[in-house]
């Protein structure tokens, strides 16, 4: 299972995006699911997590300008992210949380730049 992301774009500092990610329906609605991101030459961080009930949980750096969310009846998971910063430029995967992980995908490359 290979789970994609999409959504992320070139954005200017202050500015917003969403994320989604599709997953097929017999892993998503029972699997917890986050966001996860990457910069080179740096280890991939967890951003957020969204149990299967719902329940949230962020990383400090992304609290209070980040919400996660999931849609159960479209299999699929969002990250609003608002007043980005040119810190939050990576490159952002979802995949299951507090489980093993689906191969990665290839990930959405987000840029905060003026």
């Known amino acids: 299972v290979q789970l994609q992301a999409s959504g992320g774009g070139l954005v200017q500092p202050g500015g917003s995006l969403r994320l989604s990610c599709v997953a097929p329906g017999h892993i998503f609605r029972f699997n917890h699911m986050a966001w996860y991101r990457q910069t080179p030459g740096k280890q991939r961080e967890l951003v957020a997590g969204i149990s299967s009930g719902g329940s949230p949980e962020y990383a400090d750096a992304v609290k209070g300008r980040f919400t996660i969310s999931r849609d159960n009846d479209k299999n699929t998971v969002f990250l609003q992210m608002n007043s980005l910063q040119p810190k939050d430029t990576a490159v952002y995967y979802c995949?299951?949380?507090?489980?093993?992980?689906?191969?990665w995908g290839q990930g959405t490359q987000v840029t905060v730049s003026s």
């Open positions: 995949n299951r949380w507090l489980s093993s992980p689906y191969q």
